[in-house]
């Protein structure tokens, strides 16, 4: 049972327009959204979060926009850049000491010069 | 500033053979500690995390172990090898909201 998912595996976009990386959870006990970025080879890197408690995060050129009601999450990349071209994982944690996080299966994400 | 290790990068190992990937944290006292490993195309999957020394819970059964002998080192075991347990392993680190992932081993099994 996937309770994060990310339904496109891939997605190109033009350098200089909005990227829009979509993400649908199941499980109402997460309470925090987080956005990573990994290129091959290498391991995940932090980009953004959101707590439940909030509908949108706003950092640099980086938005994540939190839709509770529908179980949606979406992370906004304005302007796309060549460099943003990289795998995308959205993560959920549930409260607890353990902190674990769940994982979307990724989006590639191909920024077109 | 708190800097995770990963060794080896890669590895290439026979089936039945033994693994042992370690993975240090510097900089952070008692974090939580995490092993995933990232299938070919897939992805990331839990495989043990650990709240301190000595204790560590498992999210899927395999032929894999892990301990945690020291507050920031947390290592990754296999007796013997499968073919399966080829991927990309990867450690990471919390002790807030967010989690800092290591540079990963790939793990070729032959």
């Known amino acids: 049972d996937q309770q994060v998912k990310q339904n496109s595996p891939s997605l190109s976009v033009q350098e200089g327009r909005i990227s829009i990386l979509n993400c649908d959870y199941t499980?109402?006990?997460?309470?925090?959204f987080l956005w990573y970025k990994k290129y091959p080879a290498e391991g995940p890197t932090f980009l953004i979060s959101i707590s439940s408690i909030k509908d949108k995060n706003e950092d640099g050129r980086f938005t994540v926009f939190l839709n509770k009601s529908a179980k949606h999450l979406s992370l906004h990349i304005v302007p796309s850049q060549p460099g943003d071209s990289a795998v995308y994982f959205c993560a959920a944690r549930t409260s607890g000491s353990a902190r674990q996080l769940t994982f979307g299966s990724g989006t590639q994400l191909t920024v077109l010069p | 500033s708190q800097t995770i290790h990963q060794w080896p990068a890669t590895l290439v190992q026979p089936v039945g053979s033994p693994l042992s990937l370690e993975c240090t944290v510097e900089g952070t006292s008692n974090p939580n500690l995490y092993w995933y490993r990232q299938a070919a195309g897939r992805g990331l999957q839990l495989l043990f995390y650990?709240?301190?020394?000595?204790?560590i819970s498992s999210e899927v059964p395999q032929n894999l172990s892990a301990s945690r002998p020291q507050d920031r080192q947390f290592i990754l075991s296999s007796k013997k090898l499968l073919l399966s347990d080829s991927g990309f392993y990867l450690c990471?680190?919390?002790?807030?909201?967010?989690?800092?992932f290591g540079p990963g081993t790939r793990l070729t099994v032959l």
């Open positions: 499980n109402s006990m997460f309470d925090y």
């Open positions: 650990s709240v301190g020394i000595g204790q």
């Open positions: 990471a680190w919390s002790v807030q909201y967010e989690q800092f």
